[in-house]
């Protein structure tokens, strides 16, 4: 294991932070940074790749010396405690944070379950919602998310937070156009003679509840002001809504609790047990 030492907000320390808080500079370098003892302990327990771990050696509880004496790196780094907490972006400043490498986007890696059960967020433009909508679908077993258009980043660091460990277990794959979505929708048509496309509105449709959700399918959520756009909503077999009621103020869910919502009917309509309770 290389270790260097970093005692200045020196071009190490700089890069840090961007990785923290620039978008185009973490996709430069194809890396992002995490802190938190379950996203570290998710991302290795799922295999991705950890580049760098940063800390002070001299504030490492047994289970960050035994990550970091375990996990295979390019390089490490051992801070100060004054760069520690201001790299940190807790209260209680983390003894170990991470930079860890991107994963490709790529539809046809992903596997499936045999009745698969698929979620597409339509242009996220919050970072806690799509944070969210990452946890829900883990808890709720969807065999992954996909996300369209121009969104938030996914490895923005609230994302990964709001997302907890959840983040480095569910598949999640962006797409930038629809054409590429639809060809991988239409495979999916001829792997699965009743897979089905459901698409979500706010609208007058038909309720949840009313709808079989016991075949292979892909929800598709909307954007959180626009909702789904014309184009996907279009391409979809059937619409749903959530029936609210008559005498709410609310017009509309947030669309991570309407998420939550869909998701807990479809896996009760086919029985799946959840693990855990709330």
């Known amino acids: 294991m290389q270790e260097a030492k970093v005692f200045t907000k020196n071009n190490i320390f700089q890069k840090f932070e961007v990785l923290k808080t620039n978008r185009n500079k973490r996709y430069r370098y194809h890396e992002f940074f995490v802190e938190g003892v379950r996203s570290l302990n998710e991302a290795v ?9 940063v800390y002070d050696k001299n504030n490492l509880s047994d289970w960050a010396k035994d990550m970091i004496n375990k996990v295979n790196t390019d390089m490490n780094y051992c801070l100060t405690p004054e760069l520690m907490k201001e790299l940190s972006g807790k209260e209680d400043t983390s003894e170990l944070m991470a930079v860890i490498e991107m994963r490709e986007d790529e539809l046809e890696q992903v596997t499936l379950s045999e009745k698969p059960f698929i979620v597409l967020f339509d242009r996220p433009s919050n970072r806690g919602n799509l944070g969210t909508m990452i946890r ?74 009313s709808i079989n959700l016991t075949s292979p399918l892909m929800l598709m959520m909307g954007n959180e002001t626009m909702g789904l756009n014309k184009t996907l909503k279009e391409y979809c077999d059937l619409l749903c809504t959530i029936p609210m009621s008559e005498n709410s103020y609310a017009t509309s869910f947030n669309v991570s609790c309407a998420a939550s919502i869909l998701m807990y009917e479809i896996t009760r309509q086919r029985g799946i047990k959840i693990k855990g309770t709330l």
Request: with cysteine; hydrophobic share 40%; net charge negative.
């Open 45 to 53: 327990r799922n295999n991705w790749k950890i580049k760098s771990f």
């Open 136 to 209: 829900s679908c883990d808890a709720l077993g969807v065999d992954m998310l996909i996300i369209t258009g121009h969104a938030v980043d996914l490895y923005d660091t609230d994302v990964v937070v709001s997302a907890m460990g959840s983040f480095f277990k569910l598949p999640v794959i962006r797409i930038s156009d629809n054409k590429a979505l639809f060809e991988y929708i239409d495979k999916l048509k001829k792997r699965y003679t009743d897979f089905t496309t459901i698409g979500t509105t706010a609208h007058n449709e038909d309720p949840v509840y």
